[in-house]
């Protein structure tokens, strides 16, 4: 059995309250905290994406110790991350303006982190060498296992008229990737800062809630971003059957 904490949209750097954006750093030490008081272990802990505001380096520096945990940290780019001080701080490696993608071997699952971020752009697009990237690394992976890809941008509507217009688009192209490789079993998200699920190609999409913000649905009115609501995320156990649970955490 895998588990493993999924969490989004940290956002460090943001100055929502005149504070030099120590609002988004207390609530990201705050998820973390929590997850490295856990009594049991996890399999990893999953960030996808938009780790700083602005993508400067010091914002990474930031994000580098508030990720300090006793479990495995994974990470991805988001439309708020900037490349190369990604990987020049995070990463440790030259600066570089091309796709960041990993592939994670943890015990029971494949997990790919994959960059759908476009430089300058705040919608997304697993790009040719990203799709290239992947199809290979399913291809050329442990077929026994199951997989799990994980991006910043959902690849379909969420209906939510702020993050749609900026969701991942180009995704006939991994609908064909997914069909050659059936042992891939859920695509994890965030961008969207809510909670929420759906499906993609006959897939689970689960999208991770925002740990800065909340976007809410038109139907609860009020302002679309909420800044009131409590840092979340989201646990996801992967069976030794293949079933996959998802269970969402508020932090009071």
């Known amino acids: 059995m895998l ?8 956002h460090l750097g943001q100055d929502q309250d005149g504070d030099g954006g120590d609002r ?18 996890l399999d990893a802990v999953l960030v996808t994406g938009d780790l700083a ?3 400067l380096p010091g914002e990474y520096e930031q994000v580098a110790k508030v990720l300090t945990s006793r479990h495995p940290v994974l990470t991805c780019p988001g439309n708020h991350d900037i490349r190369e001080p990604y990987r ?7 600066a570089s303006g091309g796709p960041v993608n990993r592939l994670h071997r943890l015990p029971g699952a494949d997990v790919l982190m994959l960059d759908s971020s476009i430089p300058g752009q705040d919608d997304g697009l697993l790009d040719e060498e990203t799709i290239g990237w992947l199809d290979r690394t399913l291809t050329e992976g442990r077929q026994e296992l199951p997989a799990l890809l994980a991006f ?3 690849p379909v509507t969420l209906h939510l008229p702020y993050v749609d217009p900026i969701r991942q688009f180009g995704e006939e192209r991994l609908a064909e990737v997914l069909a050659r490789h059936p042992r891939v079993r859920a695509l994890l998200c965030g961008h969207s ?3 929420a699920a759906t499906t993609f ?8 809630p ?18 009131d609501h409590p840092p979340q995320f989201a646990f996801h156990v992967l069976a030794d059957d293949g079933r996959l649970t998802s269970h969402y955490r508020a932090l009071a």
């Open 193 to 195: 800062h809510t909670g």
């Open 3 to 10: 588990t493993i904490a999924h969490l989004s949209d940290i």
């Open 24 to 41: 988004a750093y207390r609530r990201a030490e705050q998820v973390m905290a929590y997850l490295n008081a856990l009594p049991g272990p």
């Open 210 to 227: 925002g740990v800065v913000s909340t976007v809410t649905l038109p139907c609860e009115g009020g302002a679309e971003i909420r800044f």
């Open 152 to 154: 910043h941008h959902p």
């Open 88 to 94: 020049e701080v995070l990463l440790g490696e030259a």
């Open 201 to 208: 190609a006959g897939l689970p999409v689960l999208v991770a």
């Open 53 to 55: 505001d602005h993508g």
